[in-house]
């Protein structure tokens, strides 16, 4: 009888995707840009369509996570064979052990990556700002790039923008770019129909979309499914879109200005035409201007992205 078992046959991938993630560590949009940016890996497909991963595609994968972790380019990484990968990351595992410092890394290609990102703003460079934040997402992965190069380079922003270091141009390319890039890290989130969902806009004379952008791009990527609004809006119209779309949560960011007598009447009228029980979330760098309004109608101010992601876990567990 012929031996049906080669120990030559090659591997069928077997692994979904959520197997993969949790493996791996990396989020589904980062994933997915590498394969189709780098074609790091090429997972096959069911006949649903579902897709599928071998042992040899998560070991892959996590041995870019590491070295990308640790400053890689993945632009270069890519094109690497599995073993040089791996003596990579042994080569890298050596040096620490020897005496590099822990997260320091990880720290210091966060910092590279927000000065870039302000001089090609200070420079009133578009193209370069945006290559430098599209290479930083996939470099970083996107809780390091949202949290440590979009929000401090938005608050910086803001600040050298009150204090007359940089011009209303500075500002309007700066959120031109930052639209572009967190509307694309909000796409490739990719949340189902079956996703709690979240609107986030801003309130009348609620003018800076910084901070809105980036709630956005943090719940798509916590898996929630986004109704993003923009800025400017009358209560009742988000109101109305909360109601229209079933959504479990509204979120609101207050920026500038933050002593705007009127923003209480609104938040006011908000929750009068929300079910009582709907959450309100409120962020931003003149929240807390606004507490007693916000506690008037117990609204709940959230001002760190970790803090939001704690949040919206509890809100989507409860749900």
Do not use: C, K
């Not at 309007?172 to 509307?183: D, S």
């Not at 035409?273 to 979330?281: C, T, V």
């Amino acid at each position: 009888m012929p031996d049906t078992q080669s120990p030559t046959a090659p591997e069928l991938p077997r692994h979904p995707v959520r197997v993969v993630a949790q493996r791996t560590g990396l989020s589904s949009h980062v994933r997915r840009a590498w394969e189709r940016r780098y074609g790091v890996v090429t997972p096959t497909r069911t006949e649903g369509g579902q897709r599928l991963y071998s042992d040899a595609d998560i070991e892959r994968l996590i041995l870019l996570r590491t070295l990308t972790s640790h400053g890689g380019s993945i632009s270069q990484l890519a094109q690497l064979p599995q073993s040089d990968l791996a003596r990579r990351v042994e080569e890298d595992r050596a040096a620490r052990n020897g005496g590099a410092a822990g997260g320091g890394e990880v720290d210091g290609a966060v910092a590279r990556w927000r000065e870039a990102a302000l001089h090609a703003i200070e420079t009133l460079d578009g193209a370069v700002l945006r290559r430098q934040l599209e290479r930083a997402v996939v470099g970083l992965g996107t809780t390091h790039f949202l949290e440590g190069v979009v929000g401090p380079v938005l608050t910086e922003i803001g600040q050298r923008w009150r204090a007359g270091e940089m011009g209303i141009a500075h500002e309007h390319l700066a959120t031109a770019v930052f639209r572009q890039v967190l509307g694309w890290v909000r796409e490739t989130a990719e949340a189902g129909s079956r996703a709690p969902a979240l609107v986030v806009a801003t309130l009348p004379n609620q003018l800076h979309e910084g901070g809105a952008m980036l709630v956005a791009a943090t719940a798509a990527t916590a898996g929630w499914r986004v109704i993003y609004l923009g800025v400017d809006l009358p209560p009742a119209d988000i109101a109305a879109a909360a109601l229209r779309t079933g959504a479990r949560a509204v979120a609101l960011s207050l920026i500038h200005p933050a002593d705007d007598v009127a923003i209480g009447a609104h938040i006011a009228v908000l929750r009068r035409a929300l079910p009582a029980d709907l959450p309100l979330l409120f962020g931003g760098a003149a929240a807390e201007s606004y507490r007693d309004d916000i506690e008037a109608v117990d609204g709940e101010i959230v001002t760190e992205l970790a803090e939001l992601r704690r949040a919206l876990g509890a809100l989507a567990a409860a749900a």
